[in-house]
């Protein structure tokens, strides 16, 4: 029974009472830990519950007008902070709801004022706007944000927002019209045209075999049940490149989880789309409409750059595969090169190396134009010849990245040499497109931020419980291991500004220093008596020799002591005592992978020749050793039939047997089970969702947890099997818009 108090500042809804006086928010009367901008978020609600409260409205709460923030990352962080603190979720909300492209509603009732009286109860609803977007979203569209960069504002330049996605429905594609009037995006709900000047949207008609249907992509019940009676959507259209008439584009479809993208022609007027390739993926129309530059390959390694007539005739290879990868492709003024963002990945390097090169249509020659560390996938050639790129922010923000531009000569292909700072933003910058008179620039960007949550496991192990977040902070933190009495999570963190190593128990609300320093660490597991930790130092972005040192530190404190050097050390790992067994793998080429004993106080042993992985890319493979050291569990994300399979490989005899994950189209990653009888798995379902699997040794799979609206990284088990400690990653995508640059 709930009983009103008489003070005019507290507040009650279900079993929480809010003191909108002192800042504190209860839960049957304990405390619960909630951030100040959280906080003021639940106030603004509970002034307004029931109603939209847009997310202009909050701003201008929060934020005052001259306070330069990322207003949307911000907002999306506090949103999920209150929703964690509440217990709470987007996709099944009982208190905070979405409401896509406005706002939020608080819907539970709510008791304030000492009357007795409550707000109605508000239905849950799904509020889907696929047209008449409300005057708020106009208005974001239309309030001018100034770029800050060091506190002072970057001249000439002015930025406004296009689209306002709350996290839990990212924007997934977007690109601005040659004409600078509309904007084309996509999301988890459809494909949208947005009037630039007006902020008006619409929903493009999708045909039918683009429409939503409720399809389910999960495996038959002979191989596990999926745990959700709720189908999942298909997947939606995604606007990549316009035609220079500003009425038809380029988007790319995927037919299903294990199918490649395709090129389809879709007008915005309506009308049946017309496939134009199949297998290819990053398109972009030149400037004088005749041809269209793909990619073709894995968006990881070996990467081809085709181009095709406009109506999807005479495609050809222009840029064969010689091992590294394209992010992006952009054409010159006259129609008559291309620029791309290349990685180029060396043997045993944590990273690639970037450079954008120019390819030469008429006589088929590269030419490097531009090499740094941190460039990304943002990529522009504009009339007047200028290269817009996108390149990542030194530590402690290398998650973001922003844009500078330089001259290029077009005839030489020369720079200027020098690189102008366009904006200073937070998130990533994923990418950009320009319209034709390079006046108007649309900017996509990304924010990732992954968080260590802790479950307890049900079933003996193969099921889990209420999932709860243990970190807090707003920096990326990663879990590796747990202490031996399973009492505390380690994890690295960049909190710091580098990658350190961290632990923090289940029951706390702040984590301890492991291990510090400005090196960036990677890997924390536990020695086979659990006294240690053994970690990686990984090597310094852009060293000529990508040699990584395995160290040792005690768990209870004390100075890291090195164990080995050796180039190419990707993972390590330690089985459980009675067995003393340490390994750890070293990459010899993109395709061949070694693995080999340690020992922590003699360093490197012998060779496994067993477990050598030959003809098997690096960015489609993974292993774990099992807890009692008998056997090596390697995965491909990929296996026979395009199935992911995981190969067991016996320690001691070199036997081995695979286990095909059936009706699974990707597997990510996998992590044994404390007891030795079953292997933790994430696979993606859809476009969005991925699950985690446990998997027995035998091979049938049982879905434990489906993340639709987060990344779901993976899930690593305590000593006694009895908890989980799962990465998971928020984040938002949106749009915005740069001019008079």
């Known amino acids: 029974m709930l009983v009103t108090d008489q003070s005019d500042h507290l507040v009650r809804f279900s079993v929480f009472d809010v003191d909108l006086r002192t800042g504190e928010l209860r839960r049957n009367g304990s405390k619960v830990r ?43 962080t506090a949103v999920r902070r209150l929703r964690d603190a509440l217990g709470d979720s987007a996709e099944n909300p009982r208190f905070v709801e979405t409401v896509a492209r406005r706002g939020y509603r608080f819907l539970a009732p ?103 249907q409720s399809v389910s992509w999960f495996p038959d019940t002979t191989h596990g049940t999926t745990g959700s009676d709720q189908p999942r959507r298909s997947f939606i259209p995604e606007p990549a490149s316009w035609f220079p008439d500003s009425t038809h584009l380029i ?77 992006s492709l952009a054409w010159s003024p006259d129609s008559r090169r291309i620029a791309y963002v290349r990685g180029v990945w060396f043997p045993g390097a944590w990273e690639a190396r970037f450079e954008i090169d120019v390819l030469d249509l008429a006589s088929g020659k590269n030419q490097l134009v531009l090499a740094n560390p941190g460039l990304g996938p943002g990529l522009a050639w ?18 973001d990245s922003n844009l500078w531009w330089t001259r290029i000569d077009a005839r030489t292909l020369k720079t200027s040499g020098s690189l102008t700072r366009l904006t200073s933003q937070t998130g990533g910058v994923a990418d950009v497109s320009l319209s034709a008179d390079g006046k108007r620039l649309a900017v996509m960007r990304r924010t990732i931020e992954p968080e260590v949550y802790v479950a307890p496991t049900r079933d003996r192990g193969t099921r889990i419980g209420e999932l709860q977040r243990l970190t807090l902070d707003e920096r990326s933190d990663v879990p ?83 164990i080995l050097e050796a180039p190419g050390i990707m993972n390590q790992q330690c089985a459980r005592l009675p067995s003393t067994l340490c390994l750890y793998s070293q990459v010899i080429s993109r395709s061949e992978m070694r693995f080999y004993t340690f ?50 490989l016996s320690i001691a005899d070199g036997s081995e047997r695979t286990l095909v994950l059936h009706g699974w189209p990707y597997l990510a990653c996998l992590d044994w089970a404390a007891d030795g009888k079953s292997i933790w798995g994430v ?59």
């Not at 993208?261 to 993926?281: M, N, T, V, Y």
């Not at 009339?383 to 530590?395: F, K, N, T, W």
Request: glycine share 10%.
């Open 480 to 562: 590796y291991s747990w202490t031996p009495d399973g009492r505390s999570v380690i994890f690295i963190s960049d909190r710091y500004g580098t990658l350190n190593i961290f632990k923090q128990a289940i029951d706390q609300p702040t984590p301890d220093l492991l291990v510090g320093g400005k090196d960036q660490l990677g890997i924390p597991r536990l020695s086979p008596d659990g006294t240690e930790i053994v970690y990686i130092i990984q090597p310094k972005v852009g060293a000529d020799s990508p040699t990584a040192k395995l160290m040792r530190a005690p768990l209870r404190g004390g100075p890291p002591r090195e």
């Open 599 to 648: 020992d922590l106080e003699h360093g490197k042993g012998h060779e496994l020749e067993k477990a050598r992985a030959v003809n098997l890319n690096i960015d489609e493979y993974n292993w774990s050793l099992s807890p009692d050291g008998q056997t090596l569990a390697l995965a491909r994300k990929f296996g026979p039939q395009r199935e992911p399979a995981i190969l067991l």
């Open 683 to 741: 696979v993606s379902t859809t476009a969005d969702a991925k699950t985690l699997l446990n998997i027995d040794l035998q091979g049938r799979t049982r879905p434990v947890l489906e993340e639709q609206q987060m990344v779901l990284g993976w899930a690593i088990p305590s000593p006694d099997g009895r908890q989980l400690a799962i990465w998971k990653a928020s984040g938002g995508s949106n749009v915005s818009l740069v001019e008079d640059f």
């Open 34 to 76: 909630l951030q100040e901008q959280p906080f003021q978020v639940l106030s603004v609600l509970l002034e307004r519950p029931g109603e939209v409260v847009t997310r202009e409205q909050l701003r201008a709460r929060l934020w005052p007008s001259d306070t330069f923030v990322d207003f949307d990352h911000s907002l999306n």
């Open 110 to 212: 709510v008791i304030r004022n000492g009357t007795g009286e409550s707000t109605p109860t508000i239905r849950k609803h799904k509020a889907w706007m696929v047209a008449g977007i409300s005057a708020a979203a106009v208005l974001v569209a239309g309030i001018g944000i100034g770029l800050r960069a060091g506190g002072r504002s970057l001249p000439h330049t002015i930025q406004r927002r296009l689209t306002a996605n709350p996290e839990e429905d990212p924007v997934t594609s977007a690109v601005i019209s040659p004409n600078g009037k509309y904007l084309a995006f996509s999301d988890r709900t459809g494909f949208y045209l947005e009037q630039v000047d007006t902020g008006e949207t619409h929903a493009v008609p999708l045909p039918k075999q683009f429409a939503l």
């Open 251 to 327: 988007a790319t479809w995927v037919a299903g989880p294990a199918e490649p993208p395709g090129l389809w022609e879709i007008s915005i007027l309506g009308g049946e789309p017309r496939k134009l390739a199949a297998d290819a993926w990053k398109p972009t129309v030149s400037p004088d409409g005749s041809q269209i530059a793909y990619l073709k390959g894995s968006a990881k390694g070996n990467s081809e750059i085709w181009v095709m007539q406009a109506n999807g005739e005479e495609p050809r290879k222009v840029r064969a595969s010689d091992g590294s990868y394209c992010q």
């Open 382 to 399: 504009t009339a007047d010849g200028r290269l817009m790129v996108s390149i990542q922010e030194p530590a402690p923000n290398r998650t």
